[in-house]
Nanobody, 115 residues
Framework: QVQLVESGGGLVQAGGSLRLSCAASGSIFSTMGWYRQAPGKQRELVAS???????NYLDSVKGRFTISRDNAKNTVYLQMNSLKPEDTAIYYC???????????WGQGTQVTVSS
């Protein structure tokens, strides 16, 4: 049974920083990442990281956000710096299991950036 426990998020002023964490359990994971969904918009990939360390970022967050993972703890982190009001959204942890490829989602955590 795959379980995801998200933490972090909250309210921050523009220019501030937040760190999201997602602890996964119950399997071995290949890709781990974060998506976000703002009101009235489609869910979009923010950043992802493979078990070997390869990363992928949404263009609008490059240089501001950093994704990392601790494979021993099956935990993925998203360090968000220089936050902008347009980063306001619900952020969802996403993992892909390795042996039998399946995708799992966290419950979501709200990030609100005030101007």
């Amino acid at each position: 049974q795959v379980q995801l426990v998200e933490s972090g998020g909250g309210l921050v002023q523009a220019g501030g920083s937040l760190r999201l964490s997602c602890a996964a359990s119950g399997s071995i994971f290949s890709t781990m990442g974060w998506y976000r969904q703002a009101p009235g918009k489609q869910r979009e990939l923010v950043a992802s990281i493979e078990s070997g360390g390869f990363t992928n970022y949404l263009d609008s967050v490059k240089g501001r956000f950093t994704i990392s993972r601790d494979n021993a703890k099956n935990t993925v982190y998203l360090q968000m710096n220089s936050l902008k009001p347009e980063d306001t959204a619900i952020y969802y942890c996403n993992v892909v299991t390795r042996v039998i490829v399946r995708t799992y989602w966290g419950q979501g955590t709200q990030v609100t950036v005030s101007s």
